[in-house]
């Protein structure tokens, strides 16, 4: 039979694998600001014991299943101790840090956040306190994942509605291979993400001073093929035409769309949309099916036809259809 772990148990087993050189016994007389402190380095140090964070998805593993969902067999639960609740502190923050949810900015540093109940408010460049906690503070790993949260802020700003800006954020701010027990490249990262979403700021911003909108904003970046570019008025006239043609073209908002009716939809608006580049002497191919700027402007032509009738689950399969 299966030995049943006790609450003793477990602080040993943590105490093993993750806190050899802590003291423990100081969190039962810590202020609030030393253990918001003591946490915020725990975090730092267990992000850098194993590649990747894994020592600290190790020690989450113990207490969290999931956001809010707690392992029922972990004895620390049934503890009145302020150790057991330090112990669960510092898992429901890492799992929020890892997960890349956006927590309030004050409970890794008093004054970095102003939005406490909406906190992904201060994940931006405008946060300066922010940006200069992420560039000076000495929790490096942790200020990874906290540019991480930026990242996916900005993600979430720009799908389905920025082609290029995404595709400029995938190449420039590499999420998949950041080793975060590896300091140099989190301070390479953290970089990467505040240039990027500088320099894209900097072009949105420039495009709305020649009185852009997003859309035609995203039709001159993909005309342009990729981003940052300085809006040559040649690409800034064609994508407005193609936008005010584009709206002209679409069937009335009563009529049934699907994506077989598409395919008959684009194959002349493709031709319109042509013969505009060409009017205004563009270096246009939308004949050729592995064009950037042909894959950019059927998606954009494919969601602005669909409407309010897409559906985001199957839209890849879509694409057969192109």
Known sequence: MKK????ADMHRILNNNVFMDVILSRVATMSDDERRQFT?????????QRPYGNSLDWFIGQFLEDINVRRL???????????????????????????????DLNQIEPGLGSHP???EQDYTLDNGRLTDWLRSTPYRRVAALVARIMLEREYGRVVD?????QDYYAEHCRTDFLDLQKTEQCEEFIKQVLDSIDTVNAHQQRGRELGLNDEEMRVVDALWGWMPHDYQQEYVAAAREICQAVEASLPAPTAIRSRKGFTVYKKPVLEQMEAIAKKNDLDVDLTDKYNITLGYLSEWLFKKYMGDQLTYDDLLNGYKEF
Do not use: C, M
């Not at 049943?4 to 609450?7: D, G, N, S, V």
């Not at 915020?40 to 850098?48: C, N, P, S, T, Y």
């Not at 509605?161 to 800006?165: N, S, T």
């Open 73 to 103: 067999d972990n004895p620390l639960y049934q503890e009145d101790s302020a150790l057991a609740r330090w112990y669960v502190e510092l898992a429901e923050l890492g799992l929020n840090l890892k997960t890349h949810i956006p927590i």
């Open 40 to 48: 915020i380095a725990e975090v730092d140090k267990l992000l850098g």
């Open 4 to 7: 049943k772990i006790t609450a």
């Open 117 to 119: 109940d909406d906190p």
């Open 161 to 165: 509605h920025f082609d290029a800006v």
